[in-house]
């Protein structure tokens, strides 16, 4: 574990160790370079998951593209419908009006999310909870009025949060259940929902033969193999505010990379800057103009990695940093008595 500023030699031993591992099975530079000349690329753009979702695939052929991409597109489809929190008719919104000790079977997308989320709820030491929609929700009335929340706002919402109001059973004979043990949970499953649909599309993609792709869901940035002739996928990663230039280009391959902060979605109140994601150690959001961009083995944990980390902050995520399951984080922090970001990375 380091703290460090290059990131273009982690990206640079990536590639490299994986050079070794293609050259190690003997192939034979002639054959690499027929396969590079027989693959073409093809784009996929669309509105979808309340942003853009773009693909890019290398193929043989056009009728090898389509078919690859559209069956991805119906994978993402069926996997998407449970688990849409702005959709009132969704499996994940209907549970907020589940009463108390009533116990629900629960679709098998749904379940892997939430053992996910549990999972990513130890790693962050509490802080990565989908169990907090209401208190998100509340927050979410304030931004919009711009005034804080009363305390008794805050202290209901609080009282409907929280993993201990959960009772998930994923291995019972009937398949994966749920009840909640006060009525009123809202399970806010947004940030690791999009993680878990690119990971089966990106498998998808690969048992349709395409072994060069990428998936870009809003910022959710999933890559397999590189395009033919590169070592990597190039992925800038943003600045600190919209006007800036790209703080670095990353060349990846096989892995995920996912940022998260308060860019787009935050407010001023009382000369205090409150982001949306929410800090439920104490039922607030976290303050200050912040991002980080994290690259995993996978987007499920990228995505959760990304806001967890947001949260925990540089400090805090430095001492969790050996148990995440994250190859790079990199914070940008810009306090407000300094003319400049911070620029912090850690990286195995």
Request: glycine share 6%; charged share 20%; aromatic share 6%.
């Given at each position: 574990?380091?703290?460090?500023?290059?990131?273009?030699?982690?990206?640079g031993?990536?590639?490299?160790?994986?050079?070794?591992?293609l050259?190690?099975?003997?192939?034979?530079?002639?054959?690499?370079?027929?396969?590079?000349?027989s693959?073409?690329?093809?784009?996929?753009?669309?509105?979808?998951?309340?942003?853009?979702?773009?693909?890019?695939?290398?193929?043989?052929?056009?009728?090898?593209?389509?078919?690859?991409?559209?069956?991805?597109?119906?994978?993402?489809e069926?996997?998407?419908?449970p688990?849409?929190?702005?959709?009132?008719?969704?499996?994940?919104?209907?549970?907020?009006?589940?009463?108390?000790n009533?116990?629900?079977?629960?679709?098998?997308?749904?379940?892997?999310?939430?053992?996910?989320?549990?999972?990513?709820?130890?790693?962050?030491n509490?802080?990565?909870?989908?169990?907090?929609?209401?208190?998100?929700?509340?927050?979410?009335?304030?931004?919009?009025?711009?005034?804080?929340?009363?305390?008794?706002?805050?202290?209901e919402?609080?009282?409907?949060s929280?993993?201990?109001?959960?009772?998930?059973r994923?291995?019972?004979?009937?398949?994966?259940?749920?009840?909640?043990?006060?009525?009123?949970?809202v399970?806010?499953?947004?940030?690791?929902?999009?993680?878990?649909?690119?990971?089966?599309m990106?498998?998808?993609?690969?048992?349709?033969g395409?072994?060069?792709?990428?998936?870009?869901?809003?910022?959710?940035?999933?890559?397999?193999?590189?395009?033919?002739?590169?070592?990597?996928?190039?992925?800038?990663?943003?600045?600190?505010?919209?006007?800036?230039?790209?703080?670095?280009?990353?060349?990846?391959?096989?892995?995920?990379?996912?940022?998260?902060?308060?860019?787009?979605?935050?407010?001023?109140?009382?000369?205090?800057?409150?982001?949306?994601?929410?800090?439920?150690?104490?039922?607030?959001?976290?303050?200050?103009?912040?991002?980080?961009?994290?690259?995993?083995?996978?987007?499920?944990?990228?995505?959760?990695?990304a806001?967890?980390?947001?949260?925990?902050?540089?400090d805090?995520?430095?001492?969790?940093?050996?148990?995440?399951?994250?190859?790079?984080?990199?914070?940008?922090?810009?306090?407000?008595?300094?003319?400049?970001?911070?620029?912090?990375?850690?990286?195995?």
């Open positions: 574990m380091q703290m460090t500023r290059n990131v273009s030699d982690y990206c031993r990536i590639v490299f160790s994986l050079s070794i591992i050259t190690s099975h003997g192939i034979p530079s002639a054959l690499l370079l027929a396969q590079e000349r693959q073409k690329r093809f784009e996929y753009s669309a509105p979808s998951m309340g942003s853009n979702l773009d693909i890019v695939v290398y193929a043989s052929s056009e009728e090898q593209a389509t078919q690859a991409i559209m069956t991805s597109l119906k994978k993402l069926d996997l998407s419908a688990l849409n929190n702005y959709d009132p008719t969704s499996e994940v919104s209907k549970l907020a009006s589940l009463p108390a009533k116990r629900v079977k629960l679709s098998q997308p749904l379940s892997n999310v939430l053992i996910e989320s549990e999972r990513w709820l130890e790693l962050s509490g802080r990565f909870d989908i169990t907090n929609g209401r208190l998100i929700a509340t927050w979410r009335s304030a931004r919009k009025r711009k005034s804080l929340p009363t305390e008794s706002e805050t202290t919402a609080r009282s409907m929280g993993w201990a109001n959960v009772d998930l994923v291995d019972g004979d009937n398949g994966p259940s749920i009840a909640f043990r006060q009525s009123g949970i399970l806010d499953v947004a940030g690791i929902a999009t993680g878990y649909l690119l990971d089966r990106m498998e998808v993609l690969v048992a349709n395409i072994q060069s792709a990428l998936i870009d869901a809003g910022g959710d940035v999933l890559v397999s193999d590189p395009p033919p002739g590169r070592t990597g996928w190039s992925i800038d990663v943003a600045g600190i505010s919209k006007k800036a230039p790209p703080l670095l280009r990353l060349s990846l391959r096989n892995c995920a990379v996912t940022t998260s902060g308060d860019l787009y979605q935050f407010v001023e109140i009382e000369g205090r800057r409150y982001s949306h994601l929410m800090d439920p150690t104490r039922g607030t959001p976290v303050e200050g103009r912040q991002s980080v961009t994290v690259i995993a083995k996978n987007a499920i944990d990228a995505d959760a990695g806001t967890a980390l947001a949260i925990l902050g540089a805090t995520s430095f001492h969790h940093w050996s148990s995440l399951p994250i190859d790079q984080a990199i914070f940008l922090t810009h306090p407000a008595d300094s003319e400049f970001p911070i620029y912090r990375s850690l990286s195995r």
